[in-house]
DNA sequence: AACATTTTTTGATGTATATCAAAATCAACT
DNA sequence: AGTTGATTTTGATATACATCAAAAAATGTT
């Protein structure tokens, strides 16, 4: 099954006639390592989900790349800035591996949230969801060590520090390679 | 009208007879300064909009209280966390001048959103823009010198820092009230 | 107005993390 | 297996911010 839907169907009831419409316009693609999705500011972002994985999301600053967040399979994802302006996000998002992607564009969801009213309660579910990864996100940012952020990311997401290397782990934790090295050491 | 109603329809359409039921729900109430909204773990929080009033949420970190945010008039608020999980919030929410509140419980907003369900829209957009408002936060967070937060402060809320004390800025920029002193004399 | 309480500022010193430079290790390719 | 480039670690030093203590200023109360 489309795992558009399968991700869609853990928040809420579809009925079959939006799974229908949701099938129709999902689109399906691979992508290389290194490869980007979305280059900022060109192209609407919109929901996806990697069948087969890994992918990260940043931003410029000062001429540096600034790591916000990691995505691996059976989640869903994408930028809720266009979502919710319909303008396109700052974040670039690239492939740490080879890839094979499910994808909805920001159009096409909206038209069906059009169509299909029900939708609305899943989306509110899963905008809802990202608030509190954000809020625990923020949280973690605002009051832990560089240290006590680390062991958080091994205790929420363990899988990804075997998969991504440490220069984008220290970039994502807010602190520079060499300090995350000296972390590790203990 | 009432607040919440009125908050409701800047995000989308409210048809008369939601309308009325939101009316049926709606609590007003005043509470004085220094009063608590909510003793974080034992009641359930909601949405609420202050009619006249300012309010901080906060919860507690190795015994010191660490400040997440700062609600004024004309703003929609509460936590989402209860709301996607019906499990109370870590967060408790005290009113820092008296204050005038419309709120709706999250038992009655469940059921309004299943009699209802054109209000999902409503729910969707509402968690969308508290998504983007907390990936500003987390960026802000994870980048800015405390300075730098500090203007950024200054620029996104500028009233609070006439209504608020700094020990309370200090603790929500994520510094210490020395600090924030030192960073004030320029 | 005088006193008590709260808030803000100032000073001295300590600590976590950054920066810059280089070495060591690992991975990829021929 | 040897060479090249990427990644990770190590060392020396600098900086932003914390901590602790106290003074100064502002605010509230009788």
């Known amino acids: 099954m489309n ?5 869609f169907k853990r928040y809420g009831f579809l ?10 316009r999902t689109k399906h693609f691979f992508k290389k390592k290194h490869d980007h999705f979305l280059k900022s500011g060109q192209v ?6 990697l069948e087969k994985g890994l992918i990260r999301a940043y931003f410029y600053r000062d001429g540096k790349e600034v790591n916000t967040w990691f995505g691996e399979e059976n989640q869903i994802f994408g930028s809720i800035l266009p979502v919710y302006t319909n303008r396109p996000s700052f974040e670039n998002i690239q492939f740490l591996e080879d890839s094979e992607v499910y994808a909805i564009s920001v159009e096409d969801l909206n038209e069906l949230y059009r169509m299909y009213p029900e939708l609305n309660l899943i989306g509110r579910k899963i905008a ?10 923020s949280i973690s940012l605002h009051i832990e060590s560089a240290s006590e952020r680390y062991q958080s ?4 997401q363990p899988r990804l520090l ?23 050491r203990y």
Chains 1, 2 share one sequence.
Request: proline share 2%.
């Open 153 to 156: 990311l091994i205790r929420l």
């Open 44 to 49: 609407l972002s919109s929901y996806f989900v």
């Open 15 to 24: 009925s079959s006639e939006a799974e229908t419409a949701i099938e129709g």
């Open 162 to 184: 075997s998969r991504i290397n440490l220069g984008h782990i220290a970039s994502y934790l807010g602190i520079t390679q060499e300090t995350l090295s000296r972390i590790r």
């Open 128 to 137: 809802e969801e990202v608030c509190v990864i954000l809020e625990e996100r």
């Open 3 to 7: 795992p558009i839907i399968q991700q």
